[in-house]
């Protein structure tokens, strides 16, 4: 007996609709016609069936605190900066808790399954912490959650940022992180990397950094993490997040760097929605889009996902958590709009996002987990173009969000006409 079949399901590489059969939470067969006894049949028409989206960078700490205690009045980083210095302090653990619980609805309700957050550890309580590791659990259900223990304020130039950082590991924080570019200079920036990347080894955990996240084309933290990445024999285990500094960089440089990164299999997060608004903000003009070589790195076969990075916090006002919007974005930043490229910025939410999380069983194909999305729309080019809605949303092969087709009326001289802008 068959959990659920998904009949006319319009996939990837497939030239004509196949029907899905899942078993015990698994895709058991991908046929032209499955047969076989189940009582629960859900009709894709055709529609595109995608594994889920994946946000591989993200701050879950912050999200949807918009307004408290004040609004961005600037819209600026230094602002965002000094309203989460005030917002912090006030948190208890159940607000950082509600807030992440009613955030990973939002997830889900997009086809959001696996999500990598950011924790900051600079607060010695670890509240924060203490919260989202219990989000984390009470989701394991619904979606996959990563937390990474983030010294927001430098793990050396803030004090206790070591010991807490330390402390949040054992508590059961997944991932170690970093900021070494906030650090006081180049050299405790570097200094930084190489103990984190060490305790990382030593305990056998992946590293995810905020590395080079600015404007300065002479810093030289990216270089810094990959050589340690390599004499750890670490190589696809760390990623470098928004690694911004790149797009200023000199172009003989970074063709060295290319290598580097390359030789440590260095995972990278750009984060496009937020790379566009924040960096910059010191050009006149001519302006710089600040988001880092995206199209370059995807062509030195470097593995490259977006993330949303914020939701409604002190940094950024914007956004419902659709990683669509997050593709869209990059793509429009990264002037990636050749047919390949369009097909990578799909890729960058969702399997490129699953390996840096290094998630198991992830995919459309017999064998794997049974998550995937049923959108509205056909192709992943229309994916992007629409941001349609996601019909159905499945973990494990049970249906755990629905959303009705929409169907946009306009009238135009004063005659209804129906447009289906799926078609
Ligand atoms: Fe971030």
């Known amino acids: 007996m068959l959990d659920l079949i998904v009949k006319n399901a319009k996939l990837q590489n497939h030239d004509c609709e196949q029907d899905i059969a899942i078993k015990d939470g698994k895709i058991l067969t991908i046929e032209k016609q499955v047969t076989g006894e189940c009582s629960n049949i859900i009709d894709a028409h055709g529609c595109f069936v995608t594994p889920p989206f994946i946000d591989s960078h993200f701050h879950l700490d912050a999200t949807l605190s918009?307004?408290?205690?004040?609004?961005?009045?600037?819209?600026?980083?230094?602002?965002?900066?000094?309203?989460?210095?005030?917002?912090?302090?006030?948190?208890?653990?159940?607000?950082?808790?509600?807030?992440?619980?009613?955030?990973?609805?939002?997830?889900?309700?997009?086809?959001?399954?696996?999500?990598?957050?950011?924790?900051?550890?600079?607060?010695?309580?670890?509240?924060?912490?203490?919260?989202?590791?219990?989000?984390?659990e009470k989701m394991k259900p619904y979606m996959d959650i990563q937390l990474v223990a983030f010294p927001q304020n430098g793990y050396l130039r803030s004090p206790g940022a070591k010991q807490n950082l330390s402390r949040a590991l054992e508590m059961g924080v997944d991932v170690v992180g970093g900021i070494p570019h906030f650090e006081r200079n180049m050299?405790?920036?570097?200094?930084?990397?190489?103990?984190?990347?060490?305790?990382?080894?030593?305990?056998?955990?992946?590293?995810?950094?905020?590395?080079?996240?600015?404007?300065?084309?002479?810093?030289?933290?990216?270089?810094?993490?990959?050589?340690?990445?390599?004499?750890?024999?670490?190589?696809?285990?760390?990623?470098?997040?928004?690694?911004?500094?790149?797009?200023?960089?000199?172009?003989?440089?970074?063709?060295?760097?290319?290598?580097?990164?390359?030789?440590?299999?260095?995972?990278?997060?750009?984060?496009?929605?937020?790379?566009?608004?924040?960096?910059?903000?010191?050009?006149?003009?001519?302006?710089?889009?600040?988001?880092?070589?995206?199209?370059?790195?995807?062509?030195?076969?470097?593995?490259?996902?977006?993330?949303?990075?914020?939701?409604?916090?002190?940094?950024?006002?914007?956004?419902?958590?659709?990683?669509?919007?997050?593709?869209?974005?990059?793509?429009?930043?990264?002037?990636?709009?050749?047919?390949?490229?369009?097909?990578?910025?799909?890729?960058?939410?969702?399997?490129?996002?699953?390996?840096?999380?290094?998630?198991?069983d992830y995919g459309v194909t017999p064998g794997s987990n049974a998550d995937f999305i049923v959108l509205d729309c056909n192709t992943p080019f229309d994916a992007i173009r629409l941001r349609p809605a996601r019909l159905y949303v499945i973990r494990r092969g049970q249906v755990i969000s629905k959303t009705d087709r929409s169907k946009p009326v306009v009238t135009i001289e004063g005659r209804d006409r129906k447009i289906d802008f799926t078609l």
């Open 66 to 136: 918009y307004g408290q205690p004040r609004i961005n009045q600037s819209g600026t980083l230094l602002e965002g900066i000094a309203l989460w210095g005030e917002l912090n302090p006030t948190q208890k653990v159940e607000d950082f808790h509600a807030r992440a619980m009613e955030f990973c609805q939002w997830s889900i309700a997009r086809g959001v399954l696996g999500l990598r957050s950011h924790v900051d550890v600079t607060d010695e309580n670890l509240l924060a912490a203490e919260a989202l590791l219990d989000v984390r």
């Open 187 to 360: 050299d405790e920036g570097a200094t930084s990397v190489r103990q984190l990347c060490q305790l990382a080894a030593d305990k056998g955990l992946l590293v995810d950094m905020h590395c080079d996240e600015s404007d300065d084309p002479l810093s030289r933290h990216i270089e810094t993490l990959c050589a340690q990445t390599t004499r750890l024999g670490m190589e696809g285990r760390v990623a470098g997040s928004h690694l911004t500094s790149m797009h200023s960089m000199d172009n003989y440089y970074v063709s060295k760097l290319m290598a580097l990164m390359a030789e440590a299999d260095m995972q990278v997060v750009a984060n496009p929605l937020i790379n566009i608004t924040l960096q910059g903000r010191h050009d006149t003009y001519p302006k710089r889009r600040g988001m880092t070589r995206v199209k370059e790195l995807m062509e030195n076969n470097i593995n490259v996902a977006f993330g949303h990075d914020c939701v409604m916090d002190p940094w950024y006002s914007f956004g419902s958590h659709d990683m669509l919007d997050v593709a869209h974005m990059g793509l429009h930043v990264g002037q990636m709009t050749g047919v390949a490229q369009i097909q990578n910025c799909f890729d960058a939410v969702t399997c490129n996002a699953a390996r840096i999380m290094q998630l198991d």
